[in-house]
């Protein structure tokens, strides 16, 4: 008995020190990756109704069916996708998280770690550490998470928060500004899931932990 609760703190320690994603982590992770994809999905069938280039989406890819369809899913996933990105945003300041994870970000490291990733040299060893380039891909994607919100709103409520549609340059601008944050955040999505099919026990953090 004695020797059993002796080691129970060691084993905690080992426990914690494996851990490589927090539980709210993963929860926030896979809440934003579900309302992520009905937000593009249902952005590129209100796209169709009036596209911005010269181009359209395959309805097999989008989501709602017509216009008016596609708003509805974009407007229920908006939430969860709004109020999933603000506890992240607040727990990861709070716990300091953003500033241990994803700072400092140095123009030498990111050039490094570039060229070490491209000879194939970049050691996915230690996963509670970033590279540089996962950190400049992160943050950023932060950043454009919070621009594709605002450039929404600004385009959805333009009357009430003409504040916000004029500092986008106007509902035009705002609508380019929200469609090329889309773009921005797709091709995230595909570097991600292909990096995170290629490194498995990252994937696996990110399901289980550890
Ligand atoms: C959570 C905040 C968001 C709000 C309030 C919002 C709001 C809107 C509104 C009102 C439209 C219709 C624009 C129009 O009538 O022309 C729209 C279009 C669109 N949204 Fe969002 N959106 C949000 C987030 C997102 C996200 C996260 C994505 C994808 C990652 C996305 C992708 C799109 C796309 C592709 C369009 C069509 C672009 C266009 O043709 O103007 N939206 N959004």
């Given at each position: 008995m004695s020797s059993l609760t002796a080691t129970e703190p060691r084993a905690d320690a080992t426990t914690a020190a494996k851990t490589i994603q927090p539980a709210w982590v993963r929860v926030l992770h896979w809440v934003n990756a579900f309302a992520m994809v009905l937000m593009i999905m249902s952005g590129w069938q209100i796209y169709n109704a009036s596209p911005l280039f010269d181009f359209r989406f395959s309805s097999s890819i989008t989501l709602g069916g017509w216009l008016a369809g596609a708003l509805l899913w974009h407007f229920a996933a908006m939430w969860i996708l709004m109020v999933n990105g603000l506890?992240?945003?607040?727990?990861?300041?709070?716990?300091?998280?953003?500033?241990?994870?994803?700072?400092?970000?140095?123009?030498?490291g990111v050039i490094a770690d570039t060229r070490a990733a491209l000879t194939?040299?970049?050691?996915?060893?230690?996963?509670?550490k970033y590279n540089y380039v996962q950190k400049l891909l992160y943050a950023g994607?932060?950043?454009?998470?919070?621009?594709?919100?605002l450039s929404g709103l600004s385009i959805w409520?333009?009357?009430?928060?003409?504040?916000?549609?004029?500092l986008f340059g106007g509902y035009d601008a705002a609508r380019y500004v929200h469609f090329i944050c889309m773009a921005l955040i797709v091709a995230f999505i595909a570097?991600?899931?292909?990096?995170?099919?290629?490194?498995?026990?990252?994937?696996?953090?990110?399901?289980?932990g550890r």
């Amino acid at each position: 008995m004695s020797s059993l609760t002796a080691t129970e703190p060691r084993a905690d320690a080992t426990t914690a020190a494996k851990t490589i994603q927090p539980a709210w982590v993963r929860v926030l992770h896979w809440v934003n990756a579900f309302a992520m994809v009905l937000m593009i999905m249902s952005g590129w069938q209100i796209y169709n109704a009036s596209p911005l280039f010269d181009f359209r989406f395959s309805s097999s890819i989008t989501l709602g069916g017509w216009l008016a369809g596609a708003l509805l899913w974009h407007f229920a996933a908006m939430w969860i996708l709004m109020v999933n990105g603000l506890i992240y945003l607040a727990l990861g300041f709070a716990t300091g998280r953003f500033r241990k994870k994803l700072l400092p970000i140095t123009p030498e490291g990111v050039i490094a770690d570039t060229r070490a990733a491209l000879t194939g040299k970049l050691s996915h060893e230690d996963l509670t550490k970033y590279n540089y380039v996962q950190k400049l891909l992160y943050a950023g994607v932060i950043v454009v998470g919070v621009l594709i919100v605002l450039s929404g709103l600004s385009i959805w409520k333009p009357v009430q928060l003409q504040w916000l549609t004029a500092l986008f340059g106007g509902y035009d601008a705002a609508r380019y500004v929200h469609f090329i944050c889309m773009a921005l955040i797709v091709a995230f999505i595909a570097v991600h899931v292909a990096l995170a099919l290629l490194v498995p026990k990252s994937l696996r953090a990110m399901i289980i932990g550890r």
